[in-house]
């Protein structure tokens, strides 16, 4: 996906804000998902899966109780981040790094020659 153009944002401006403000919220709940501890079950002890949770939880919140992305947020979905935001990376996709490897070694203190 592309990011968001800055032409079409300056066209659209509360579009897109309010369209980033949705995706940062989404980000919102499904980070709060991850961080519970079980799982949920429902009456018959079948397992939930955290798209079924995310599902419900969505489907309850107001677009009044939606927070405001701080300015330092950069969404996770390519298609809402601006053209001047770099990707995020997650811990699994981070480029490799260019050059040697660099490798500390401990200098002999004169106590332990």
């Known amino acids: 996906m592309m990011?968001?153009?800055e032409q079409s944002y300056n066209d659209l401006k509360e579009y897109w804000d309010f369209q980033r403000k949705?995706?940062?919220?989404?980000?919102?709940?499904?980070?709060q998902i991850e961080s519970i501890p079980g799982r949920m079950?429902?009456?018959?002890?079948?397992?939930?899966?955290?798209?079924?949770?995310?599902?419900?939880?969505?489907?309850r919140i107001e677009q009044d109780?939606?927070?405001e992305p701080p300015s330092s947020?950069?969404?996770?979905?390519?298609?809402y981040r601006l053209w001047n935001e770099?990707?995020?990376?997650?811990?699994n996709e981070?480029?490799?790094p260019k050059g040697r490897p660099v490798v500390l070694k401990a200098k002999k203190s004169a106590?332990?020659?």
């Open 86 to 91: 770099p990707p995020r990376y997650t811990h």
């Open 73 to 79: 947020w950069i969404p996770k979905d390519d298609s």
């Open 41 to 59: 079950f429902d009456s018959e002890m079948n397992k939930y899966t955290d798209d079924q949770i995310f599902d419900l939880m969505w489907s």
């Open 111 to 113: 106590d332990n020659n």
């Open 3 to 5: 990011p968001i153009t």
């Open 22 to 31: 949705i995706e940062f919220n989404k980000e919102m709940v499904r980070h």
């Open 65 to 67: 109780d939606f927070e």
């Open 94 to 96: 981070l480029p490799k």
